[in-house]
């Protein structure tokens, strides 16, 4: 039991102009992270003010600078922390974060952007 928390990326594909004059996207959605536990999902709570079952972008680099710090001195290294992979989580999480933000640099490639949930 504990936090669920999702990551996802979102790559606009295509964007056109339809019949009626609107504009029209296609928005390709890729599922990049799964993880739970409370101890992330309270570090992940209050280090980026997320709520519940609310989509929030993430700004990859200020989530990678805090990410960061975290793996270099956790602030939780108790017996719940440790049973739920806390470390690992944080580790797992920031790979994940540190790819986007280097896809993201590459000039050659669509922007994409980075999305997480929680629910609890």
Request: hydrophobic share 30%; net charge negative; aromatic share 12%.
């Amino acid at each position: 039991m504990g936090l669920d928390i999702y990551v996802w990326k979102e790559e606009v594909l295509e964007s056109k102009q339809n019949d009626d004059g609107n504009k029209e996207q296609i928005i390709k959605k890729t599922d990049v992270l799964w993880d739970m536990g409370w101890t992330i999902g309270r570090f992940l709570q209050d280090t980026f003010d997320l709520d519940n079952c609310k989509k929030e972008g993430i700004d990859l680099n200020n989530a990678c600078e805090e990410l960061a710090k975290e793996v270099k001195t956790p602030t939780r290294n108790d017996e719940d922390a440790q049973n739920e992979g806390y470390e690992d989580s944080l580790k797992d999480l920031l790979g994940v974060l540190t790819e986007g933000q280097k896809y993201n640099a590459d000039e050659n490639n669509s922007y994409v952007e980075y999305f997480w949930e929680l629910w609890w």
